[in-house]
């Protein structure tokens, strides 16, 4: 690696680019005026089309990119992940890509594999992202028609999770991408304080007005009712061992990532409930 000049002169590539992080990492990285190329599975509004499933699709894509923010298909935590990531990374250095940066997560031996392997891919830098749960998981689908109809309903008991704002990590993500110093680093992030499921609805409820609860399920009640309500399968499954995870408290923990990169605190979830429930996200539907 040269120096972020160099870089300059190249494209930024952010697949999932449409994502809750990928189209914060654009916007920003469009505002510092590089050239960014959005990948998606469609080509719709100038972005570049980028299929998993479609290898012939990811030449094309890194053609002249000197760094990649790499957001893993489909579920993070299986082993196809890990074996995809692993073939995308060996093809972008190919392509003369000298910076990956990976949004990795908190658990999970897919997990870990896929981080192995880009620091083994041999990219010039390449550093991995670990957030914890996303705030904007009650905003942005997920949990969001739960909301809506104003009961959450999950398996996590009263295990805490220390949410993060996407918007922390969508500039951390940026700094690593546009930044020197943080080749080989694996930043774990998250939010300042940790919370309960049922806090994080409490506070949503409180700043709407509205009847909002939290109802902790034992894990075959969840399975029976994600299944009843047309769930994959394999997703129910992905999300049974999630949520045992922040059950049984593996999860319980601060990290200092965001501090790390910078300089500053993250961003606490009551101000993005606050933005949230301003915002209109969260209003009553109409009957």
């Known amino acids: 690696m040269t120096d972020n000049g160099s870089l300059r002169d190249s494209d930024f590539l952010v697949l999932g680019g449409t994502g809750k992080t990928g189209r914060r990492v654009v916007e920003r990285l469009r505002e510092r005026g590089l050239t960014v190329r959005v990948a998606s599975r469609s080509a719709e509004g100038g972005r570049q089309r980028f299929v998993w499933e ?23 935590t299986s082993p196809e992940s890990a074996s995809a990531v692993r073939a995308f990374a060996a093809r972008a250095v190919a392509a003369g890509v000298r910076r990956v940066v990976l949004l990795s997560a908190r658990e999970g031996e897919a997990v870990i594999d896929g981080e192995r392997a880009v620091r083994e891919s041999g990219v010039a830098e390449w550093t991995v992202l670990r957030p914890s749960w996303f705030a904007q998981n009650f ?22 999770e220390p949410f993060i704002d996407v918007e922390d990590i969508a500039d951390v993500a940026v700094a690593v991408l546009t930044e020197e110093g943080h080749a080989g680093q694996t930043y774990e992030l998250s939010g300042p304080r940790l919370l ?42 992905v999300l049974r061992r999630l949520f045992a995870v922040i059950r049984n408290g593996e999860n319980a923990y601060l990290s200092d990532g965001v501090q790390r990169v910078l300089g500053r605190e993250p961003r606490d979830i009551a101000g993005y409930v606050e933005a949230t429930a301003a915002s209109g996200a969260w209003a009553q539907p109409a009957a």
């Open 139 to 160: 905003s942005e689908d997920f949990f969001l028609p739960a909301v809506l109809a104003g009961e959450v309903r999950l398996s996590t008991g009263d295990g805490q």
């Open 54 to 76: 479609e290898e012939d699709t990811w030449d094309p894509a890194l053609a002249g990119v000197g760094a990649v923010y790499l957001v893993p298909p489909g579920e993070l």
């Open 196 to 237: 309960t499921f049922g806090e994080v609805v409490a506070e949503i409820a409180k700043a709407t007005g509205r009847e909002i609860h939290y109802t902790a399920l034992d894990e075959e009640r969840f399975t029976a009712e994600s299944a009843r309500a047309g769930v994959e399968p394999h997703f129910v499954e």
